[in-house]
């Protein structure tokens, strides 16, 4: 990644020295129960990196709840329970689910007597059935293929205080939404939202995902070493959960592998990186904080928005 003016850049080793508390509140079997299929994470990932993001998360969050009071006793109103929303965004396969879970596990262990929940946007894409109605199958993950007014109520239900919001399932199993299951979110505290649109604009709103969330951080890497991991991961998943006779890609894993190979190459080509090239790695700059990787998911460098 290039220098960026309005970034402040920290090597690794200027970054762990921001927080210095040493007690990890995870073991290496925790990290292998949250980290997203075929990522890869370390307990010193978690000192070095993620402690000092969770304790600068945690100093943000005190001054929202800060602010909040300070703003309900001008206004003369009682303070309503609005939750403190993160966003984490990033390319498909480039690490954001584990940085998503591993950022809720620290909350409940920094937060132990307040609630914290995470949902993904995969849930408000439409279904398969809607996708081919629209003709947009091929399209699926790009900004067009969300069902954005549904996901913008659901995201203005959960800051405005409402007790109960739902929103839908999407089984990557099968490749589609769960008809008739939903992720309950009852007054979360703090809300951590993950998904590659996170941080976009859609031109047909005139409100953004970015205007609920109250940090946001992107998960950064190369697009070549993106599509190496997009393409381990698939290989990986051809030999267990593709394996499956109710999954999605189960025909790709007992047909030709070099036909399947060629398969994921092409979504990612046709796909995947053109809907990063356009929609997704445009948005990075609206970060408030970047992760950037390296080979073997290693983070080398934190940026930090200076305003």
Do not use: C
Request: glycine share 4%.
């Amino acid at each position: 990644m290039e220098e960026q003016l309005n970034y402040y850049r920290f090597s690794r080793e200027q970054w762990k020295r921001f927080y210095r508390g040493g007690h990890v509140p995870l073991t290496a079997e925790n990290l292998h129960e949250i980290k997203a299929f075929n990522d890869q994470i370390s307990i010193d990932d978690v000192r070095e990196i993620y402690l000092p993001v969770a304790h600068l998360l945690q100093a943000k969050f005190e001054h929202y709840l800060s602010w909040r009071e300070t703003e309900s006793v001008f206004l003369q109103r009682n303070n309503k329970q609005s939750p403190f929303i993160i966003g984490v965004s990033g390319s498909v396969a480039v690490g954001k689910t584990t940085t998503a879970r591993l950022l809720e596990i620290l909350f409940k262990y920094l937060y132990p007597d307040r609630r914290t929940q995470l949902i993904t946007t995969d849930g408000f894409l439409y279904s398969n059935a809607e996708l081919k109605q629209r003709q947009l199958m091929e399209r699926k993950g790009f900004p067009e293929s969300y069902d954005m007014p549904r996901l913008i109520q659901f995201l203005n239900d959960v800051k405005s205080g409402k007790p109960i919001a739902k929103s839908p399932v999407y089984s990557h199993q099968t490749y589609d939404i769960v008809p008739n299951r939903y992720n309950v979110i009852t007054h979360p505290d703090i809300l951590i939202i993950e998904g590659i649109n996170v941080l976009q604009l859609p031109t047909n709103q005139r409100i953004y995902i970015s205007d609920f969330t109250d940090f946001s951080v992107y998960v950064d890497a190369e697009a070549d070493l993106i599509e190496t991991w997009y393409l381990d991961r698939f290989e990986a998943l051809m030999k267990t959960a593709f394996q499956d006779p109710q999954n999605y890609f189960y025909p790709w894993a007992i047909g030709d592998h070099a036909d399947a190979i060629a398969m994921a190459k092409r979504v990612w080509e046709d796909v995947d990186l053109k809907n990063l090239n356009d929609y997704i790695l445009p948005t990075r700059n609206r970060a408030d904080l970047i992760l950037h990787k390296v080979a073997h998911h290693l983070i080398d460098a934190v940026y930090f928005r200076k305003y």
